[in-house]
């Protein structure tokens, strides 16, 4: 019980921290939001007008950084995330509920697709080591070096303009109007198959090489040769010993994965212009919309840490030795 209580209080602590910081890291960015908007409504408002945009944004207000951020916790604590600059009068928290299941949906479904993959093809290479199976790592060597977002330039290049086989941006038809149909559920699988295409690839590499290395170490282990010895088929031996063992270390791994597909995926979305958490956080700091920055960085930041807390309980569950004192 002290190690989940430990654990949980450091977690505590990390979440102040990450909220603290999310609260300041938006004030040291230079500009300002009012400025910002003059200028990107390109002399469609007038510069007479800044003081009462100013009023409007409540940003009028003669208050200490200490105030702001007795503020900041009270309307935290209280679920409100404030109203976007940018969609004003738009609450921030409907703003990230329209962009994240986009995201969890794109980026969520890759990440399972390729740590599954990943791992059952790591776990075949792992255990035929030394046979045809070897010659699959220098492409899964090659895959897990190159930047997800080159990966998507290229597929872009070649599948949207060149062939024409997929949309080259967006994340569902504009001419179609979001409902729970076959027809608008086609189109957003349409629009998607090629950025989740480029997540599975570039990210697919490295489950395969942690698998089988870590088949390659645990193959050699005293109880896995027992189990040879004991008679048990080859099937039996590599999924109720070899794998079994050697798969904790992608436990842990993949429930950190799941943290980072809130945040993982900015670059991806914005070379998509897909409609996620990540091309909404882009557009925020672009804008200097504060409270959609505090937002989008809040939810990233919480998810980041509650899969580091599920991953610690979860390895602590499958290998009791993490939770010996000391």
């Known amino acids: 019980m002290s190690f989940f209580l430990r654990r949980a209080v450091f977690y505590v602590f990390t979440a102040w921290a990450a909220i603290t910081l999310n609260f300041v890291i938006p004030r040291l960015l230079p500009g300002d ?3 910002a908007l003059i200028g990107r409504m390109q002399g469609r408002i007038d510069s007479g007008a800044e003081q009462s945009l100013r009023v409007l944004f409540g940003l009028d207000q003669d208050m200490s950084l200490w ?11 209280h679920g409100d995330l404030g109203l ?3 969609h004003f009068p738009t609450p921030v928290s409907d703003i990230v509920a329209q962009a994240l299941p986009w995201t969890v949906g794109l980026v969520g479904i890759s990440t399972v697709v390729a740590f599954l993959l990943g791992t059952a093809v790591g776990t075949g290479i792992g255990w035929r080591r030394g046979t045809w199976a070897d010659s699959l790592l220098p492409i899964t060597t090659f895959f897990s070096a190159v930047p997800y977002f080159w990966l998507g330039l290229i597929a872009i290049a070649v599948f949207a303009v060149n062939l024409g086989w997929f949309p080259s941006s967006g994340s569902y038809d504009r001419g179609m109007v979001p409902t729970l149909s076959w027809e608008f559920v086609g189109s957003v699988v349409y629009y998607g198959t090629l950025p989740a295409l480029t997540v599975v690839i570039s990210s697919v590499s490295g489950w395969v090489l942690g698998m089988r290395n870590m088949m390659v ?6 109880y896995v040769t027992v189990a040879h010895a004991k008679g048990l088929s080859s099937r039996a031996v590599v999924v109720g010993y070899a794998a079994r063992n050697a798969i904790l270390p992608q436990v842990s791994s993949f429930t950190l994965a799941l ?6 995926t900015l670059v991806m979305e914005m070379v998509f212009s897909y409609q996620g958490i990540g091309y909404t956080l882009f557009e925020a700091v672009t804008t200097h919309d504060y409270p959609l920055m505090q937002g989008c960085f809040l939810v990233i ?3 980041v840490l509650v899969a580091n807390l599920v991953a610690d309980f979860a390895y602590a569950a499958l290998d009791p030795r993490t939770r010996q004192e000391g």
């Open 259 to 264: 943290g980072f597909v809130v945040g993982g």
């Open 84 to 86: 976007s600059f940018t």
């Open 33 to 35: 939001p009012v400025t």
């Open 67 to 77: 105030q702001q951020y007795v503020e900041y916790w009270r309307l935290l604590l």
């Open 301 to 303: 930041t919480l998810s």
């Open 217 to 222: 170490t645990v193959s050699s282990e005293d």
